[in-house]
């Protein structure tokens, strides 16, 4: 039997008579950083608190990445808007920052690289704001999943006798979504944690967000977790003319229309975004397709991070017509274990990821999933759930691929299933990976060298720093970063140098997706080669 948590009132945080009744946030949230006269703790002007005194933000270049930044800080939902000029009122005294220049990852507004921290040169009709969501959908993508309305500090789930088709439209609209496709009851994504909500969303359909809806403060149902209500939205962006539905022609859904989006510089930064939002495997290949066709956006610039290619940087949302259009290729394939290029096998199956039997996978199998996944070659494949046991379904259909193929999704199936497998049975599969250390005193230490045409090459140390090192701790699964060595370190390497002035975001799962000088490319020597040490090295 369950052991449920009590049920709360989850009248928004948004619902408050005058400031007494403001819900309190703990000090260090409030000592940094908050949102003023937008209704709520997660809508308003931005202010930061700097030297002991309030001060607003100027909205000089001011976009969807930094309002990110706040309402991460805040611990309110995703952004869902960064208006200008002031939208919720002028502030006074002083301007404390001009140009916020954040990333999208970072976790304080004072940690981007914001430029001259109390010169005014805007007035307060350039204050910027930023609107929050206070609800979210957790499970298959950013458009589908349980519905979790934040209650306070804390997110909650809604009971599914408590939440109907007005309050969806809501919810989708909120998000940035298409409309409602389907509610689902009896915990369909899942069951939640912490506390169910106490009270009954009575939405008219037509709010701009879930904090506007009227609330009945009578309990009529006595939900548990078993009762928690999922949604599905029509998502905001789509791949098509791929072959699958992770793969093709980027299109955005925007003022009830598709269009493409434009491919000037368009990178794997941009493709990881799509792939995320989509629920899809990484990003493997970005593409520039030819038009000319109807475009909604031009010079998209991500940063990573964001949960949205909407929240994306971009030149606007202006109908245009292009004749170089973004397109994707995500992975329909995962290892799920000790690093990306190393684990239990899992391939997207419609809208789900299963695992696959260690009898239906063979040695052609691995080497289409290992390339698939920019890694080396099949080092191992380990059957009886050597990288542990999966959840959900197990694939029910053999694998037949003839090695050559470059993704998964085009190997031929079996439809018959010649044995009985359960997860005891899941494989698991070691490529070699795609960055190495090397010389050092184990795999988590040594000289940085980058699998690249089939050939080991090494990384110069122009502009080599923490965020880098992170990056290649994290994708070889070996902790985090204690070090970034210059100076080859690790002795000299040889052969090609694949990369230089790497310049790497926190939110990069592999160096290969990090900008550099281009492939090959370089003002270098193997004397400079870089070098990492990571935390599991100290172990």
């Avoid at 029910?396 to 691929?401: A, D």
């Avoid at 080991?456 to 701790?473: F, H, L, Q």
């Avoid at 080859?488 to 140098?497: K, L, M, R």
Wanted: glycine fraction near 12%.
């Amino acid at each position: 039997m369950h052991r449920e948590k009590p049920r709360t009132h989850c009248a928004s945080v948004g619902s408050y008579n005058g400031f007494k009744d403001f819900i309190s946030i703990p000090k260090s949230r409030q000592d940094s950083v908050r949102l003023v006269d937008g209704g709520s703790r997660c809508a308003g002007r931005v202010e930061v608190l700097h030297r002991g005194h309030w001060g607003t933000v100027c909205d000089d270049y001011w976009d969807m990445r930094d309002a990110a930044v706040v309402c991460r800080e805040l611990g309110c939902g995703e952004a869902i808007d960064a208006p200008r000029r002031a939208r919720f009122g002028s502030g006074s005294g002083p301007i404390w920052v001009e140009y916020a220049n954040c990333a999208g990852s970072e976790s304080s507004l004072k940690n981007c690289r914001s430029y001259d921290w109390g010169r005014q040169r805007c007035n307060h009709d350039e204050d910027a704001g930023a609107v929050c969501a206070e609800v979210r959908l957790v499970g298959r993508s950013h458009c589908s999943g349980r519905v979790e309305v934040l209650h306070g500090e804390s997110w909650v789930t809604v009971c599914d006798a408590d939440f109907d088709q007005q309050g969806a439209e809501v919810v989708c609209r909120e998000l940035g979504c298409g409309s409602p496709v389907e509610v689902l009851g009896a915990a369909a994504f899942g069951r939640g944690e912490g506390q169910v909500c106490l009270e009954e969303l009575q939405c008219r359909g037509r709010e701009s967000q879930i904090h506007f809806c009227p609330k009945s403060s009578s309990l009529k149902h006595n939900c548990s977790h078993d009762n928690d209500v999922g949604l599905v939205c029509a998502d905001s962006v789509r791949l098509v003319d791929g072959g699958h539905r992770c793969a093709g022609r980027v299109e955005v859904f925007y003022n009830r229309t598709w269009r493409s989006v434009c491919g000037k510089n368009w990178d794997i930064r941009d493709a990881a975004v799509v792939c995320r939002e989509l629920g899809c495997g990484e990003a493997v290949f970005k593409n520039v397709q030819f038009g000319p066709r109807s475009a909604w956006m031009d010079d998209v610039n991500c940063s990573g991070s964001e949960s949205s290619v909407k929240h994306c940087r971009s030149a606007g949302w202006v109908e245009q017509i292009c004749n170089r259009l973004a397109g994707v290729i995500c992975s329909g394939v995962r290892l799920v274990g000790r690093s990306r290029c190393s684990g239990r096998v899992e391939v997207l199956h419609g809208e789900s990821w299963v695992t696959v039997c260690d009898a239906d996978f063979d040695q052609q199998d691995a080497e289409v999933v290992c390339r698939e996944l920019g890694c080396g070659s099949p080092v191992e494949v380990l059957g009886a759930a050597a990288f542990g046991r999966g959840e959900g379904q197990v694939w029910s259909e053999k694998l037949q691929c003839r090695r050559t193929e470059s993704q998964i999704h085009f190997c031929p199936k079996s439809s018959s299933l010649k044995h009985n497998c359960s997860h005891d049975n899941d494989v698991g599969l070691v490529c070699s990976e795609s960055v190495r250390l090397v010389d050092g005193l184990s795999r988590c230490a040594g000289r940085v060298e980058v699998l690249h045409k089939g050939q080991w090459g090494t990384v110069c140390d122009g502009n080599w720093d923490m965020i880098d090192a992170a990056v290649v701790c994290r994708e070889l699964g070996c902790g985090e970063a204690t070090d970034a060595l210059s100076g080859a370190y690790f002795g000299s390497g040889s052969g090609p140098i694949w990369m230089d002035n790497v310049e790497c975001r926190e939110s990069e799962s592999i160096l290969k997706n990090c900008k550099s000088a281009g492939w090959g490319k370089h003002n270098c020597n193997h004397p400079k080669d870089a070098g990492v040490i990571c935390s599991s090295e100290l172990h």
